[in-house]
């Protein structure tokens, strides 16, 4: 593996942790809470190995501009500006909801995750996106 297998794999994490996110709310719903905590942990260790992974890539690549096509880059930062933003705000509130949670305490787990769960499903499927527009749609370079 080398660098440039690195936004690939970070996709695939971000992805990984988008599908444990709806599955484990799936499981939620359905009273299944052994199955929700076993999703859920799975997406905070799929998103901590982005994290990690999206990190290293970029102290090691530098940054990644999107020029062309000219049309579509307003678009793009958009997306880009509303992902960087709520990823930072997601890492605390996903660490205070995983928190309650192992606290038992229920209501406060409940009431904060029904804000940070659909948070964190755009920053995950956001990033997803935001990789295929780079690598796969409109290739920088």
């Given at each position: 593996?080398?660098?440039?297998?690195?936004?690939a794999?970070?996709?695939c994490?971000?992805?990984?942790?988008?599908?444990?996110l709806?599955?484990?709310?799936?499981?939620?719903?359905?009273?299944?809470?052994?199955?929700?905590?076993?999703?859920?942990?799975?997406?905070?260790?799929?998103?901590?190995?982005?994290?990690?992974?999206?990190?290293?890539?970029?102290?090691?690549?530098?940054?990644?501009?999107?020029?062309?096509?000219?049309?579509?880059?307003?678009?793009?930062?958009?997306?880009?500006?509303?992902?960087t933003?709520?990823?930072?705000?997601?890492?605390?509130?996903?660490?205070?909801?995983?928190?309650?949670?192992?606290?038992?305490?229920?209501?406060?787990?409940?009431?904060?995750?029904?804000?940070?769960?659909?948070?964190?499903?755009?920053?995950?499927?956001?990033?997803?996106?935001?990789?295929?527009?780079?690598?796969?749609?409109?290739?920088?370079?």
């Amino acid at each position: 593996m080398n660098l440039s297998d690195l936004p690939a794999l970070n996709a695939c994490f971000n992805a990984t942790a988008a599908t444990l996110l709806l599955v484990g709310r799936r499981h939620i719903r359905h009273g299944r809470e052994k199955a929700h905590r076993a999703c859920m942990i799975g997406a905070l260790l799929a998103s901590a190995l982005f994290l990690a992974g999206y990190l290293y890539y970029h102290a090691h690549a530098g940054r990644t501009v999107f020029a062309e096509p000219a049309w579509f880059r307003p678009v793009y930062l958009v997306i880009l500006l509303t992902h960087t933003v709520l990823a930072a705000a997601i890492v605390p509130l996903v660490l205070v909801v995983v928190w309650f949670a192992l606290r038992g305490r229920r209501e406060s787990h409940r009431r904060l995750a029904r804000w940070t769960w659909p948070l964190w499903l755009y920053v995950s499927a956001s990033g997803v996106a935001i990789y295929l527009l780079l690598y796969h749609i409109f290739p920088q370079g």
